[in-house]
C-alpha cells in the first residue's frame, strides 16, 4: 500500500452514517490515497466490521483511526492512534491509548501504528464535548502544540481537526511552517475543490469527510484538486 504518511488526500468514512453501495464505489475509486475510517459516536465492533468488509472488495488502502478500543479489529492496513493534546482529560491524551496496549499489546504490530498528536479546534463539535478539549485556542497555543508534537512527543503526525466547520488557512499555513518532520494533516469543513486545494497548499494531508454524506459530487472533486494543486508546487 502507499503509506500513509506520504498520503495527499484522504476520505474519512464515519461507520456509525450510511452510505449505499454506489456511493462507497465512487469514494473507493475516486483515486484517493486512501480510506480512514472513524468517527466519535456509535463507532462498535460490529459496524467497524461491516464497513471494513465493503471497502475491502476495492484495492484502495484503508487506516481505522481507533476512537474506541473495542472496535479495534484486524484487517485494516494500519491503525492511527490520536492522543488529544489541547485537553485536560487524561483519558483522552494517555489513558485510552493505554488501555488498548495492554489488552491487544502482545498482538499488535507496532510497524502497522501512527500516533497522532490531536488538536480540536471546533469548540461546538461532539469531538471538542467529549473529550473536552480546550477549542476556544488561538494561533500561538496551535504553533505550541505543533513545536510539542515535533520536538517534545517526536510524533509523526500533527492533526488539526475543525471537525464540521472550515479553519483558518493562514493559522494552518502558520502550523505547516513550524513543522519540518512531522506531517501536518488537517480535516474539517472542506465541502469542495476549492477548499481542497486551498488546505492541500498548506497541510501535508487533507481529510474529508462530512461532505461524502452531504454532497458526494462535490466531496469527489477534492481529489482532483489536490492533485492539481500538486501539480502547481
Keep these: 500500500m502507499k503509506d500513509f504518511l506520504e498520503w495527499r488526500h484522504a476520505f474519512k468514512l464515519d461507520p456509525a452514517k450510511e452510505l449505499d453501495d454506489e456511493a462507497l464505489e465512487r469514494v473507493c475509486e475516486s483515486g484517493t490515497d486512501g480510506i480512514i475510517v472513524g468517527g466519535t459516536d456509535g463507532v462498535t465492533l460490529d459496524n467497524v466490521l461491516a464497513i471494513l468488509m465493503r471497502i475491502r472488495r476495492f484495492s484502495v488502502p484503508v487506516m481505522l483511526e481507533v476512537s474506541d478500543p473495542d472496535a479495534i479489529t484486524p484487517g485494516f492496513d494500519g491503525f492511527l492512534i490520536p492522543s488529544v493534546l489541547n485537553t485536560n482529560d487524561a483519558r483522552w491524551i494517555k489513558g485510552h ?9 502482545e498482538l499488535m504490530d507496532f510497524e502497522e501504528v501512527i500516533p497522532e498528536g490531536y488538536v480540536i479546534l471546533n469548540p461546538d463539535c461532539k469531538a471538542a464535548k467529549l473529550t473536552g478539549a480546550d477549542a ?6 496551535i504553533l505550541a502544540y505543533a513545536r510539542m508534537v515535533e520536538h517534545f512527543f517526536r510524533l509523526p503526525v500533527l492533526y488539526l481537526e475543525y471537525s464540521g466547520t472550515y479553519g483558518d488557512p493562514e493559522t494552518v499555513r502558520a502550523a505547516a511552517g513550524v513543522l519540518h518532520q512531522t506531517r501536518l494533516v488537517y480535516g474539517g469543513g472542506i465541502r469542495g475543490p476549492e477548499q481542497a486545494a486551498e488546505m492541500a497548499a498548506h497541510a501535508d ?12 459530487a462535490a466531496a ?3 481529489v482532483r484538486a489536490v492533485k492539481e494543486t500538486d501539480k502547481m508546487t
Excluded: C, M, P, W
Excluded at 97 to 105: K, L, M, N, P, S
Excluded at 136 to 141: L, M, T
Excluded at 205 to 216: E, R, S, W
Design 205 to 216: 494531508l487533507i481529510v474529508v469527510g462530512n461532505a461524502l454524506y452531504d454532497n458526494l
Design 136 to 141: 476556544a485556542i488561538d494561533e500561538e497555543d
Design 220 to 222: 469527489l472533486k477534492t
Design 97 to 105: 491509548q493505554h488501555a488498548a496496549i495492554r489488552e491487544f499489546g
